[in-house]
């Protein structure tokens, strides 16, 4: 009786495991997959390294040390190099209408028609240590490689013209809007100086906690600074004499924000330790979303479609998809399913020779005796 006893206490034991370890595994399973969205591979085109990227339609223009690379990303499972510019140390890229200006710190600020993309042809150049460029109407701001930056109209493509320039120590970003130029210097912050007169630069503020600032994306009234290990800043500059810090997300996984881009609420972010994706409909109150690092190799640049997110970093262009399951998604309830099948047979097994070996043989000895 008293045997009898101990071995139910033992079943019960082993179903109480059981019925603590399962949920476990669940819950460790939802954990994993508490970041809502999942940044799934696609494609990559191998052009060793990336360092700048726009997409247009079905071409992704991507800077390297060679110069310009143009991969048609019609089928983004299997990109292609169709085109190239060999230009010599390409850093940064605007793309307008069928024309790419590029910086080129070895080889100036040049200007090429793209409407052929498999054959880009060079139109003009300007000779200057370029290493950062925004292009808006006829003027090209180009940050110079030795630091500060250069107004050039671009009128002419044929024949751009020096019209002012911003002496400073560094250049890391430029984006232009509405007469003012946000200007990054990773060991200043970012900087904002009216333009209106492109002759003669003024210089209007340096906003507080900006150091590292690295990248540029601006939607509307709010800009998007990528910090390097300092992670993300978002600043409201709808007065840019007074712009206004909303949020910071600081990088502590370290990681170096490097790149980023706005589009549709969500802000995606190139990372030198992965892809993060965060929800920014409160832009007072940034969440991340989604993170990749698997397969991200250095991520300097990144730009996004209506359907794929396009990455420039080390060894290429990488393509990935947003979705709301992970590839590894199948191979994982796979996996969760097999530990739970396994703690059951196991239990399974152990109440056996509990029955057979201790149990019923002591039972047979009792009833003879």
Aim: aromatic share 10%; glycine share 8%; with cysteine.
């Amino acid at each position: 009786m008293v045997l009898n006893l101990k071995y139910k206490r033992l079943v019960v034991i082993s179903f109480v495991i059981m019925t603590f370890i399962i949920p476990l595994f669940s819950m460790n399973s939802f954990a994993q997959t508490t970041q809502r969205l999942y940044l799934n591979r696609v494609g990559l085109c191998d052009i060793e390294v990336g360092y700048d990227v726009q997409v247009q339609g079905d071409y992704a223009y991507v800077t390297n040390n060679d110069g310009l690379m143009i991969i048609d990303v019609s089928n983004p499972s299997n990109p292609n190099k169709v085109g190239e510019l060999l230009c010599g140390g390409a850093m940064g890229i605007a793309i307008e209408n069928n024309l790419a200006y590029i910086a080129s710190v070895s080889n100036s600020m040049i200007i090429a028609d793209i409407s052929n993309p498999a054959n880009p042809i060079q139109l003009g150049q300007y000779s200057v240590g370029a290493y950062r460029i925004a292009v808006s109407g006829s003027y090209a701001y180009v940050g110079d490689f030795n630091g500060g930056f250069t107004i050039l109209n671009i009128s002419d493509s044929t024949n751009p013209v020096l019209v002012g320039a911003y002496s400073d120590p560094r250049c890391d970003a430029i984006e232009f809007k509405n007469n003012f130029v946000y200007y990054a210097n990773a060991e200043q912050g970012l900087k904002v100086l009216n333009v209106l007169n492109p002759s003669t630069p003024q210089f209007i503020t340096n906003i507080a906690h900006t150091g590292g600032a690295n990248d540029i994306h601006i939607t509307n009234n709010l800009l998007f600074l990528a910090c390097w290990s300092e992670g993300i800043r978002v600043i409201d500059i709808s007065n840019p004499t007074s712009p206004q810090m909303l949020d910071s997300y600081d990088d502590d996984d370290g990681g170096e924000a490097l790149g980023l881009i706005e589009r549709d609420g969500y802000l995606y972010v190139a990372d030198n330790y992965g892809v993060e994706l965060f929800n920014i409909s409160n832009p007072s109150s940034i969440i991340e979303i989604g993170q990749r690092t698997s397969g991200v190799a250095a991520a300097h640049d990144i730009d996004v479609d209506d359907e794929y997110v396009y990455v420039a970093q080390v060894g290429g262009l990488l393509i990935l998809e947003v979705s709301a399951t992970s590839q590894n998604s199948d191979s994982e309830f796979l996996f969760y399913l097999a530990i739970i099948i396994g703690v059951v047979v196991v239990v399974a097994i152990i109440s056996i020779v509990i029955y057979f070996k201790i149990y019923k043989p002591r039972k047979t000895t009792t009833e003879e005796a």
